[in-house]
Every structure is written in structure tokens, then in C-alpha cells.
């Protein structure tokens, strides 16, 4: 009997080894895709294996990219879709966004795209996960009670001054771009009421600040790739392992750290007071020194990274909000007839000043504002990381686990007809609270539910001081070099438009005359 090993054709062990590492290769580009197939859930397509829809996503603007799913599932309350190779459920459904957001908090209480919140600049109020982020939100949030906006307003209408002087250097009708000048206004607001410095850059663009307000920002193809690199579990890990932070730019962050200290051993050096959010967080900071027994005390690193995001936000996303309402206005100018009126009446009730109790009155004014955030929202997407295993509402069984991201539609859900017809006219009418016309859950221009932004009535009261005085002293205009539909830049994370807004303006006497 031969016992002998049988012989194997030749090259058979190299064809079963190549068979296996196709089988393999191909499991491992094209599985991660079948996610939501499998569970019975509707999903969009995917480009390419390995990568799914990543060089779609680069090559797109954010605000096309995020809505994804959304126009091809009309019927659907939900859809698959993924972030690179990561499962992610987009919402479109506005009475599960409302449980999303504020029914089922503690299910989705945090934020995807976080970083180590140990590292510098980092634990704030966007980062912080759970009790941390609690116990910092309830903290922080009396800095932006009435009383203390109204305490800061002041501040406001003194930058404002300093912008319509500056306007005045425009009144001979010349184009210029809107968010340049506008973003100087911010600047100089948010350095005031966030750090007490008058810093003037309304007349000196070249400020510290502004650059490094403008490095961050600015739109670039490293910053986009960046930005989805966050995605990447593996990366993140590796940068927390190494420190190394991909995601920070640590020149500006320094600097900004630096000015903080300064201001805040001079206030003390020299027995000086002023009542900003670098004060009260200060206070804040000393008071936690003073308890041993506070699980999460607001340190100094707190103190620099909340007030690095409250720049952020005053500066960019408010400066891009009054330029697309500036240009909503000069294309629309019935509307802009309109506030100019209400403008013009609740002034001269009040002396001329743009008071805060002024500002209240302005009802049309707050409609022209909430119209241009549904038009052009901040964030174009939110998006809320799965806490604890969480069942779909209304569904059999489909259960995400801990670990999952949802995505919610911004910026499809405000121009979806259904619930706002006529989507891309301006028609700040939609926002009259006699209508009562806005179903929850497809209006969120800051957010929803316990995580809405904190500074929301801040950033609208600072837009609101600042289209009122422009209002009453020049008319905006478009010109020659006026986009219309304006374009955006595919490699800003934000809705930057591309080529920037340009229009004109005239003294509102010579605009009568």
C-alpha cells in the first residue's frame, strides 16, 4: 500500500494562498459597506471599494456631501450612509431628530470628531463627553444670561461705531468684500467682550488676532484632509498615543494662551476689573482652586480652551452670518426697505441708540437674521456619537451600539420644500411667531437640545447690532462683481462662499436722493 504524500499539482498551494488573499482582500474592501444592508436599512451608494465615497466627499462641498441619502430616500426616516468606512446614520425624519437630540439625550450625549480632552486647548464645551461636559455646560452657562449680554452690549455698539466710520471710506460706491470688513468687526467684538482688549482691527487688519483667527479658517486642502482624517479611529488614536496633534495648530493656540495669561495677570497686577468672559471664567477658575472636592475642576487649561472656542465662534461663523444677510438684503430690497423702516422707528423711539432693549424691539430684524441661517447655516450637518445602545424609534429591533454616529441634515432639512416652501427664495416672513409656521426638529441653525451652541443669543445679538447701525446708515447694493447663486469652496469644512461676497454701499441719503 502506498503511503506516500499525494502529489499536488504544481503551484497548487500558490493558487489556494492567492484564492484566499482575493477572498480576503475583497471581504475587507466591500464588507464594511453591507452594514446597513444587512439590518434592513436603506443605504446610499458606495464609489469605490477600501475608500467608499472619501474622494467623492474630498472633491465635494461640505453642504452637498453632508446631505447625501437625503434626496435619494424621500419616504425614508433614516438612511446608511458612511464616513470613510464608518456606518453612519443620516436623520431625516424631524420628529426622531427631536428625539435624537432632546428625548433620547442620554442615549446620544455627545459629539463625534473628539479629541483628547487632556490635551491643550481641547477641554471645552465642543470636546468634553458626559459628566465632564455637564458639570463645565452648567457652569458656563449663566456667562450668557440676560444680564450679562445686556452688560456686555456696550462693547457691541462701541465696534459698531468704529464700523460705520469705517464704511464711510466705501460710501463712494466702490465694490468691496463683505466678509473682510465684517470679519473686522468681529474681531474686535469678540476681543473686547471675550478678552477686554482693544485690539482695532477695523482700521488694522493686520492684527495678531486677525491672522491667527484667519490661519485656522482659511480654506485649504491640507485643512480638508484634516478634517477627514478626524474620522479615522486609528489616527486618532496614534495622535493621543504620541501627542502629536494633527488637529490643532499649535502656533495659534500658544498665542492665544499667551495673550490670556497676560490679560489676566495685569487685570491683577493692577486691580483692574472688567466684566467679560475671560473675567467670569476667571472667577470661575479661582473658585474651583478653592474646592479640593470638585471631581472636575474648571483649571486653567478649561479657562484657555473655552475661551479659544467663544473666539472662534464670535469671530468667523458671526462674521459670515451678517455678510450672507447683507447680500440676501441687497438682492432682496423690499426686504431691505423693510428693516430699514423698523430700523429707523425703533431708533428714533430710542434716542438713536442701538440699545440692547432697542435691538429687542427689532422683530423683523431677527427674521431677517433666522431666514439667512436657514439659508445658510453655520454647521451644515450635526452630528451626536451613540453614548449607550440606543433602538431606533419606531423600528423592529434596529438597535445602534455604543460607538455609532448619527447624522442630522442641517442643511438639506432648511431648504427642503416640505417644511419651508420655496426653499431658496428669502422670505424672513417664515419666521413671523404669528405664523407659527416652523415644525421642530427642521430648524437648527445652532444645534438642538441640551448640546445647542452656548453662545447662540450672543452671536445673534452681535449680528443684529451690527446689520441694525449698518442699516440706518448706508444701503447695501450688489454691482458688477456680485455672484448670483453665489458658489462655495469645496475645501472649507464650513459654508465659506467662494471668491468671497462683494457688493456696495451708499450713504442713505445719497441713496435717496
Given at each position: ?160 461705531n468704529s464700523l460705520i466710520k469705517f464704511m464711510k ?150 462674521a459670515t452670518t451678517v455678510s450672507y444677510a447683507m ?64 433602538e431606533v424609534p419606531g423600528t423592529s429591533g434596529l ?115
Amino acid at each position: 500500500m502506498d503511503t506516500s504524500s499525494p502529489i499536488l499539482p504544481p503551484y497548487a498551494v500558490e493558487c489556494v494562498l492567492g484564492l484566499v488573499s482575493v477572498a480576503l482582500l475583497y471581504y475587507f474592501a466591500y464588507s464594511p459597506f453591507n452594514y446597513w444592508k444587512k439590518r434592513g436599512v436603506a443605504q446610499i451608494d458606495v464609489q469605490y471599494p477600501f475608500i467608499g465615497n472619501a474622494l467623492k466627499t474630498f472633491l465635494t462641498p461640505i453642504h452637498i456631501s453632508r446631505q447625501w441619502g437625503y434626496k435619494e430616500f424621500p419616504n425614508e426616516r433614516f438612511v446608511g450612509t458612511y464616513d470613510n468606512r464608518k456606518p453612519t446614520l443620516l436623520i431625516r425624519d424631524p420628529d426622531l431628530i427631536e428625539s435624537v437630540l432632546i428625548k433620547d439625550f442620554s442615549h446620544l450625549s455627545d459629539r463625534t470628531n473628539r479629541d483628547d480632552p487632556n490635551a491643550k486647548m481641547a477641554k471645552n464645551l465642543l470636546n468634553l463627553t458626559g459628566d465632564q461636559w455637564k458639570h463645565y455646560r452648567n457652569k458656563l452657562t449663566p456667562t450668557f444670561s440676560t444680564g450679562k449680554l445686556k452688560g456686555m452690549h456696550s462693547q457691541l455698539t462701541d465696534c459698531g461705531n468704529s464700523l460705520i466710520k469705517f464704511m464711510k471710506s466705501l460710501d463712494d460706491g466702490r465694490p468691496f468684500e463683505v466678509r473682510d470688513v465684517i470679519q473686522r468687526f468681529t474681531m474686535d467684538v469678540i476681543a473686547s467682550c471675550a478678552f477686554g482688549l482693544n485690539i482695532d482691527t477695523i482700521n488694522d487688519p493686520d492684527s495678531e488676532f486677525r491672522k491667527a483667527g484667519q490661519a485656522i479658517f482659511k480654506p485649504t486642502l491640507w485643512g480638508k484632509i484634516v478634517f477627514g482624517l478626524r474620522l479615522r479611529p486609528l489616527i486618532r488614536k496614534i495622535t493621543q498615543i504620541t501627542k502629536f496633534n494633527l488637529f490643532q495648530n499649535s502656533k495659534v493656540g500658544q498665542f492665544f494662551s499667551d495673550a490670556i495669561d497676560t490679560t489676566i495677570e495685569h487685570r491683577k497686577k493692577n486691580n483692574l476689573t472688567r466684566h467679560d468672559f475671560l473675567h467670569l471664567m476667571n472667577e470661575l477658575m479661582e473658585k474651583d482652586k478653592a474646592d479640593p472636592n470638585n471631581p472636575f475642576p474648571f483649571d486653567h487649561n478649561a479657562l484657555v480652551s473655552n475661551a479659544f472656542v467663544f473666539f472662534l465662534a464670535g469671530f468667523e461663523t458671526t462674521a459670515t452670518t451678517v455678510s450672507y444677510a447683507m447680500y440676501l438684503l441687497a438682492l432682496n430690497e423690499d426686504a431691505q426697505e423693510k428693516a430699514y423702516q423698523e430700523v429707523s422707528r425703533v431708533l428714533k423711539k430710542h434716542g438713536g441708540e442701538a440699545s440692547f432693549n432697542a435691538i429687542q424691539e427689532m422683530e423683523y430684524l431677527e427674521q431677517v437674521i433666522s431666514e439667512t441661517l436657514r439659508i445658510y447655516p453655520p454647521a451644515v450637518a450635526l452630528s451626536r456619537a451613540v453614548t449607550k445602545p440606543y433602538e431606533v424609534p419606531g423600528t423592529s429591533g434596529l438597535v445602534l451600539p455604543a460607538g455609532s454616529t448619527i447624522n442630522i441634515p442641517t442643511y438639506a432639512l432648511h431648504h427642503d420644500p416640505q417644511y419651508f416652501p420655496e426653499p431658496e427664495k428669502f422670505i424672513p416672513e417664515r419666521f413671523d411667531e404669528s405664523n407659527n409656521s416652523i415644525r421642530k426638529g427642521t430648524y437648527l441653525p445652532f444645534g438642538g437640545g441640551p448640546r445647542i451652541c452656548i453662545g447662540a443669543r450672543f452671536a445673534k445679538m452681535e449680528a443684529a447690532v451690527c446689520l441694525a447701525m449698518l442699516i440706518q446708515n448706508d444701503h447695501i447694493a450688489k454691482c458688477s462683481q456680485t455672484k448670483i447663486p453665489l458658489d462655495f469652496d469645496q475645501r472649507s469644512f464650513l459654508l465659506v462662499p467662494k471668491g468671497g461676497i462683494w457688493l456696495t454701499v451708499r450713504p442713505r441719503a445719497a441713496a435717496a436722493s
